[in-house]
C-alpha cells in the first residue's frame, strides 16, 4: 500500500521560513514527478510547485524565488522549502506522486496524495 505522509508544518510569522517534508513508503517513486499543492477552506486545491524525477523544477508565480521543491530519491522523500512566508501562504499542503505529466499542474495529473500539514502564517 502506497502512503505519503507530510511533516514540518506549523505557525510561523510573516518573513521567517518552513520546510516541509514528505515521505513515500510502499514503492519508489525516483522515476516520477513528485508536486506540492495547498488548499485553504472553502477552495479547490491549488498547484503550488512539481519536480521532475531529473531534478527540473517549476512553481506556480506567485511563489517564485521563495519556494523552492527538491527530492531525494534513495530515501524516497520530497521537500518544500519556503522562505519570506506571507500570510496570503496559509493553508493545508499536500504532496502528491506519481505522475509522469510535465509539468503536472493539475490534480488529476497525480495517483497519490499525503493527508497535508497545515501552514499558518501570521503575527
Known amino acids: 500500500q502506497v502512503q505519503l505522509v507530510e511533516s514540518g508544518g506549523g505557525l510561523v510569522q510573516p518573513g521567517n521560513s518552513l520546510r516541509l517534508s514528505c515521505a513515500a513508503s510502499?514503492?519508489?517513486?525516483?522515476?516520477?514527478?513528485w508536486g506540492w499543492f495547498r488548499q485553504v477552506p472553502g477552495k479547490g486545491r491549488e498547484f503550488v510547485a512539481t519536480?521532475?524525477?531529473?531534478?527540473?523544477?517549476y512553481y506556480t508565480d506567485s511563489v517564485k524565488g521563495r519556494f523552492t521543491i527538491s527530492r531525494d530519491n534513495a530515501k524516497n522523500m520530497v521537500f518544500l522549502q519556503m522562505n519570506n512566508l506571507k500570510a496570503e501562504d496559509t493553508a493545508v499542503y499536500y504532496c502528491?506522486?506519481?505522475?509522469?505529466?510535465?509539468?503536472?499542474?493539475?490534480?488529476?495529473?497525480?495517483?497519490?496524495w499525503g493527508q497535508g500539514t497545515q501552514v499558518t502564517v501570521s503575527s
Open positions: 502528491a506522486g506519481d505522475t509522469i505529466t510535465w509539468p503536472a499542474t493539475r490534480e488529476v495529473n497525480y495517483k497519490y
Open positions: 510502499g514503492r519508489t517513486f525516483s522515476g516520477n514527478n
Open positions: 519536480i521532475r524525477w531529473s531534478g527540473v523544477t
